[in-house]
Antibody, heavy 120, light 107 residues
Framework: QVQLMESGGGLVKPGGSLRLACAAS????????MSWIRQAPGKGLQWISY????????YYRDSMKGRFTISRDNANNSLYLQMNSLTAEDTAVYYC?????????????WGQGTLVTVSS | EIVMTQSPATLSVSPGERATLSCRASQSVSTYLAWYLQKPGQAPRLLIY???TRATGVPARFSGSGSGTEFTLTISSLQSEDFGIYYC?????????FGQGTKLEIK
């Protein structure tokens, strides 16, 4: 079955960097757009970025442009999010999510999330 | 960016009863709307997309309707596993945005 498993979260100081990873299994990874979505404690969902199946297209929320970079390695069925210049407002659970086939941001599978805490 | 507003914030319903959740968009999103259910400590699960199409494995008691700016998710006869937070999401305009959620709790 479809599985997505995030890793790489943790405690980081303001201004620091972190790289999140998402390991995918149970489906043809390169056939799907993938996204990162975050959820601040007690808050709703905020889409961050997507990447197309062959990495041709990427798109970011305006507030993340220049700070966050999404990438993927189809040979290893992995998705990544490089996060730089982190602030307390970036504290959240970060989910990777698979887009339903032939769609871009209709998310039919999600990982369990990895917690990123930005604090001094 | 399009703002999605869900109402009510909290809905208390008894098992077996009907629940009606609303989602309003700040501008038209056609039928490019999805609904998700998130249970405590879990990731969201896709329920409805295209405004009214049930995702794979979603029971028939879930139905979505609406277009433009007004949408409704109806659960015809609530089961214990249906309680949690429901989010709507518009995918008509960039960036895609979610509502703030409706918490459906047991009465």
């Amino acid at each position: 079955q479809v599985q997505l498993m995030e890793s790489g979260g943790g405690l980081v100081k303001p201004g620091g960097s972190l790289r999140l990873a998402c390991a995918a299994s149970g489906f043809t990874f390169s056939d799907h757009y993938m996204s990162w979505i975050r959820q601040a404690p007690g808050k709703g969902l905020q889409w961050i970025s997507y990447i197309s199946g062959t990495s041709t297209y990427t798109y970011y929320r305006d507030s993340m442009k220049g700070r966050f970079t999404i990438s993927r390695d189809n040979a290893n069925n992995s998705l990544y999010l490089q996060m730089n210049s982190l602030t307390a407002e970036d504290t959240a659970v970060y989910y990777c999510a698979r887009a339903k086939k032939d769609t871009v941001v209709t998310f039919d599978s999600w990982g369990q999330g990895t917690l990123v805490t930005v604090s001094s | 960016e399009i703002v999605m507003t869900q109402s009510p914030a909290t809905l208390s319903v008894s098992p077996g009863e009907r629940a009606t959740l609303s989602c309003r968009a700040s501008q038209s999103v056609s039928t490019y709307l999805a609904w998700y259910l998130q249970k405590p400590g879990q990731a969201p699960r896709l329920l409805i997309y295209g405004g009214s199409t049930r995702a794979t494995g979603v029971p028939a008691r879930f139905s979505g309707s609406g277009s433009g700016t007004e949408f409704t998710l109806t659960i015809s006869s609530l089961q214990s596993e249906d309680f949690g937070i429901y989010y709507c999401q518009q995918i008509n305009n960039w960036p895609t945005t979610f509502g703030q959620g409706t918490k459906l709790e047991i009465k």
